[in-house]
Each structure stands twice: as structure tokens, then as C-alpha cells.
């Protein structure tokens, strides 16, 4: 089956760990963006990728970092320097920048 | 800072209804405006989109209307099912070479049987 897959869905840490979301696709898409949903808000934009090797900060970067080193890949680490991690995770992608972005199914982290 | 604000934040209509959720963004720098249907435990789905230089677009039972001088678009589901049930999220595009989305903060829609 095509399209954006994430993993795990569900997804526990102690607090001070760092953890690292999966987000895979096989859509051949340049373009590869991390979101971050919280409870009665919309999705804000964590980072973004518009081709392998090269990534840029959305809006709210700190205490997250991303690496893209392969066109299907884009992992997302929570490192420990985010105060607030606990919250549902969505990837994106697309064509490229011009084109509609397509999620996968989210991850929830939650820090215990 | 919130560029695009959504409303209602929740909203219950009978089966058959028309539901309208409207949305506003304060940014003239942007050049495309997608909705999108969220089901509980999965990823927003795209519904339907538009352009700014086009006042109203239809697919189905699903109709957009933009008003570029009021900065200001909203969503239409005609005849509205308990299927319809979901979040619904406005969106607008940034342009420029990043061409971010910058979400609303949804609509959580309940048909009623």
C-alpha cells in the first residue's frame, strides 16, 4: 500500500529520554513536513524538508530535530529540551511544496 | 501568532442539514486555501481546496466560498450525514519558496441521526 506510514501509533517515554518518531513513505514526494497537534488547536508546523539533505524550522522547532538522508525518510527526535512533549505527532507529504500535503495516521506520544 | 482563526469551535446539526464553518485569515500572503476531515486516531484526509482568484468551488456535496476583500472563506456540507461527523480544519498556504500551511484551530462537526 502507497502512502505516508507512522510509527509506533502509540508511543511512551520517561521524562529526560529522547525519542524518535518514524515517518516513511514511498510516494517518491520531495517534500516532508512534521506537525504537532494539541487538544482544540490546529496543527503547527515543527519541520520541514523540500529535498534530501536540506530541512528548515516551522514554527515551533526547539527541542525537536529532524534528519532527511533518504528521500523516504524523514524521523522526527523529541529530544528532552522540549518542555511539553505529550501530544498527537503527524507527518506530511507531498509532490513537492506547490502540491496538497497528504498525512499519515499521526503518533501519540505521551511522556510519563 | 494565529493567522487563519476558525469558527465555531464545535458544531451539532440534524442529518439533512446544512453545516458552515467559516474561517478568516489576516495574512494577504497567501494563495491557496485546502480543507481538511479529520477522524479520531487518524491523519487530517485533504477534502477540498481553492484558489484565491476563484470565489466558489463545489465537489459533491462540499462547496468552498472565498471573499479575497473580507479575507475570509468558508466551508458548506449539504445535507449533512452522521458519516460527516469528524474535525474539520481550514488551511492557507504562505507563498514564497517554503509555501507553509498555516492551520485554523478546527471544527469538531456531529451530525445527529
Known amino acids: 500500500d502507497g502512502g505516508i506510514t507512522q510509527s509506533p501509533k502509540y508511543l511512551f517515554r520517561k521524562e529526560g529520554q529522547n525519542v524518535t518518531l518514524s515517518c516513511e513513505q514511498n510516494l517518491n514526494h520531495d517534500a516532508m513536513y512534521w506537525y504537532r497537534q494539541d487538544p482544540g488547536q490546529g496543527l503547527r508546523l515543527i519541520y520541514y524538508s523540500q529535498i534530501v539533505n536540506d530541512f528548515q524550522k516551522g514554527d515551533i522547532a526547539e527541542g525537536y530535530s529532524v534528519s532527511r538522508e533518504k528521500k523516504e525518510s524523514f524521523p522526527l527526535t523529541v529530544t528532552s529540551a522540549q518542555k511539553n512533549p505529550t501530544a498527537f505527532y503527524l507527518c506530511?507529504?507531498?509532490?513537492?511544496?506547490?502540491?496538497?500535503?497528504?498525512f499519515g495516521d499521526g503518533t501519540r506520544l505521551s511522556i510519563l | 501568532q494565529q493567522q487563519v482563526k476558525q469558527s465555531p469551535q464545535s458544531l451539532i446539526v440534524q442529518k439533512g442539514g446544512i453545516s458552515i464553518i467559516n474561517c478568516a485569515y489576516e495574512n494577504t500572503a497567501f494563495d491557496y486555501f485546502p480543507w481538511y476531515q479529520q477522524f479520531p486516531g487518524k491523519g487530517p484526509a485533504l477534502l477540498i481546496a481553492i484558489r484565491p482568484d476563484v470565489s466558489e468551488k463545489k465537489e459533491g456535496r462540499f462547496t468552498i466560498s472565498f471573499n479575497k476583500s473580507a479575507k475570509q472563506f468558508s466551508l458548506h456540507i449539504m445535507d449533512s450525514q452522521p458519516g460527516d461527523s469528524a474535525t474539520y480544519f481550514c488551511?492557507?498556504?504562505?507563498?514564497?519558496?517554503?509555501?507553509?500551511?498555516?492551520f485554523g484551530s478546527g471544527t469538531q462537526l456531529t451530525v445527529l441521526p
Open positions: 488551511a492557507a498556504r504562505r507563498t514564497g519558496s517554503a509555501r507553509q500551511l498555516t
Open positions: 506530511a507529504g507531498a509532490e513537492n511544496s506547490n502540491q496538497p500535503q497528504h
